[in-house]
Nanobody, 117 residues
Framework: QVQLVQSGGGLVHSGGSMNLSCAVS????????MHWYRQEGPWNKRELVA????????TYADSVKGRFTIYRDNARSTGYLQMRSLKPEDTAVYFC??????????WGQGTQVTVSS
């Protein structure tokens, strides 16, 4: 059974930092790309925030570039999102996603990040 279990999240003041993690089991994590998405509300589209390939090439949305860092620890089958200089507009539910091909992708349960002004 494939599981992506997220931890981290919560409430932070504007300008603060927060780390999210995504522990993966049931797949060979090292061959999967990992993405972090966020969704402001249940009716909003999920926004791709950051991506990391199996060989650790990273890409970021313009809105978080320079503030967020995605990284992975293949030995621990865990992906991370380090968030700094948080802004109220970063408030959202954050989801991790592990993808090999389009049909072979899995999602974490989501975690709320709230940034107060």
């Amino acid at each position: 059974q494939v599981q992506l279990v997220q931890s981290g999240g919560g409430l932070v003041h504007s300008g603060g930092s927060m780390n999210l993690s995504c522990a993966v089991s049931g797949i060979t994590f090292s061959i999967y790309a990992m993405h972090w998405y966020r969704q402001e509300g249940p009716w909003n589209k999920r926004e791709l925030v950051a991506s990391i390939t199996p060989d650790s090439t990273t890409t970021y949305a313009d809105s978080v570039k320079g503030r967020f860092t995605i990284y992975r620890d293949n030995a621990r089958s865990t992906g991370y999102l380090q968030m700094r200089s948080l802004k109220p507009e970063d408030t959202a539910v954050y989801f991790c996603n592990a993808i090999l091909t389009s049909p072979l992708q899995y999602w974490g349960q989501g975690t709320q990040v709230t940034v107060s002004s």
